[in-house]
């Protein structure tokens, strides 16, 4: 650092209006629990688990402990024809969370947006390998989040996120489930809904079923602002994915790992897909990893022909790395030993009630719960999409000293899963206080 100053222009921030968080910087330096700290030492209650990842919350000293052996012992090992014993036992110890007993194979990615990317390639290589030769198409959804890989940008169905970009051929999208006339305040799956699922009906009519590689789908739409499926959505999803015998993908980058007060939002719901995907809880956001699930038959589909040759052409430099096999271990024995998915499962119904009781106040428009994870509508300011959302944001940190997450003009909510009633009624307060003002 020149001059020992800190110079922040330098660094092209994701996802940021960088000229503003340039003149009114909001830095944390440290972290610990349910909390992150200002350099000013001052305490920033953390209500989104950083980004939708610290579910064991910060600086957990087993998942601390796990990294840092592990960096001394060996820092990189190669994954490509090579590996190293943890890289096996993250992928089993990741098997013992999925739905049922067919997810048996695990590929390490490094983020969500890898994951998302490489269970579409395995799901339109895999239709190939069993003769499915046409079905090429892949189907997400409105409003979809899906990371940032081309793949995932396409399949998504955020607008800002695919301008300016070529997109990929051979995609197309169901509708989205959010309409406030019918589904506003529901407390968790709105009752009204389940018949959207049938627009997967017009999009098979439209191109084929035999045309259709897989769906994706998150679960519970979390980017966009928290969308919660309505009741009987998904089951209707998974019902006409199997009619055309079309592959579904859950993508649980978000709801994995306890979010709902179930392993995978797949338990949940109860709802088994073909696919799935994670990261960020994975491990426990402390190092970068995501994964992607696969059932037994597909990974056999592969495994033809000659045992020497490579089965899948894919894969990264960095897959199943020493430090974050580690960690991904020590954070999923964590969230066993400690029971923290039943802790969320447990803490939702005062999580639920707490975030409804703001109903009425100031700019809010509906309010979405399930599980721990909330999203918070305002009514966005004549003409200007996402102004009152930024500044509800940054009033959140500057004054009350709380760390929340803006989706356009919703308040999305996603503590670490160790919270304790005394933080949600911290949070609750905040919100009732900085959403009047804007
Ligand atoms: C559902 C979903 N898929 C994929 C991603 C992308 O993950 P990453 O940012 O790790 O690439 C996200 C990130 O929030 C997500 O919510």
Redesign the pocket.
């Known amino acids: 650092m020149k001059n020992n100053q800190m110079n922040l222009e330098h660094l092209w921030m994701p996802f940021s209006a960088n000229r503003d968080f340039k003149s009114s910087p909001r830095l944390m330096n440290a972290a610990k629990g349910m909390y992150y700290q200002k350099p000013d030492g001052s305490p920033v209650l953390d209500g989104t688990a950083g ?2 990842c610290c579910n064991a919350g910060h600086g957990h000293e087993k998942i601390v402990t796990a990294i840092q052996e592990q960096a001394e012992k060996m820092d990189f090992a190669p994954s490509f024809q090579m590996g190293h014993p943890l890289g096996f036992e993250a992928a089993q110890t990741l098997l013992e969370f999925a739905p049922g007993d067919e997810f048996q194979y695990a590929f390490f990615t ?7 990317d490489t269970a579409l390639k395995i799901s339109m290589a895999y239709q190939q390998h069993i003769g499915h030769t046409e079905k090429t198409m892949i189907i997400g959804r409105e409003r ?6 081309f793949g ?1 940008i396409t399949a998504g169905g955020l607008p800002l996120n695919k301008k300016y970009y070529t997109l990929l051929p051979g995609f197309d999208h169901i509708c989205h489930t959010h309409n406030l006339e019918h589904n506003a305040f529901s407390n968790g799956q709105p009752e009204w809904g389940k018949h959207l699922a049938d627009d997967l009906e017009r999009i098979t009519e439209k191109h084929g079923g035999d045309k259709i590689a897989a769906v994706i789908i ?1 679960p519970v ?3 966009t602002g928290v969308l919660v499926p309505p009741k009987g959505y998904l089951k209707r999803i998974r019902d006409i994915c199997d009619a055309h015998d079309i592959l579904l993908i859950f ?5 994995g790992f306890g979010r709902l007060g179930t392993p995978f939002a797949a338990q949940y719901f109860d709802v088994e897909p073909d696919m799935i ?1 994670c ?2 809880g994975l491990t426990s956001g402390t190092v ?1 990893m ?1 994964a992607v699930m696969v059932k037994k038959k597909m990974y056999d589909a592969f495994q033809q022909g000659d045992p020497k040759s490579i089965d899948l052409f894919h894969g990264y430099t960095y897959t199943a790395h020493p430090l974050a096999a580690a960690a991904a271990i020590a954070s999923m024995d964590v969230y066993g030993e400690e029971g923290l998915i039943d802790r969320a499962a447990g803490m939702a119904s005062y999580w639920e009630e707490a975030l409804h009781s703001l109903q009425g106040v100031g700019s809010i428009i509906d309010i979405r719960t399930i599980g721990l994870m909330a999203g918070i509508e305002m009514e966005p300011r004549d003409g200007k999409i996402g102004a009152r959302g930024y500044d509800v944001f940054t009033d959140a940190f500057h004054s009350e000293n709380m760390l929340i997450r803006i989706t356009g003009d919703t308040v999305a909510l996603s503590p670490p899963l160790i919270l304790e009633k005394k933080h949600i009624d911290q949070l609750v307060e905040s919100l009732t206080r900085i959403i009047p003002k804007h």
């Open positions: 980004l939708w490094n983020s969500g947006s890898e994951a998302v979809a989040y899906h990371g940032v890989g995932g998150e739409a979390g980017s993508d649980e980058v978000i709801t995907t990261a960020k970068p995501g």
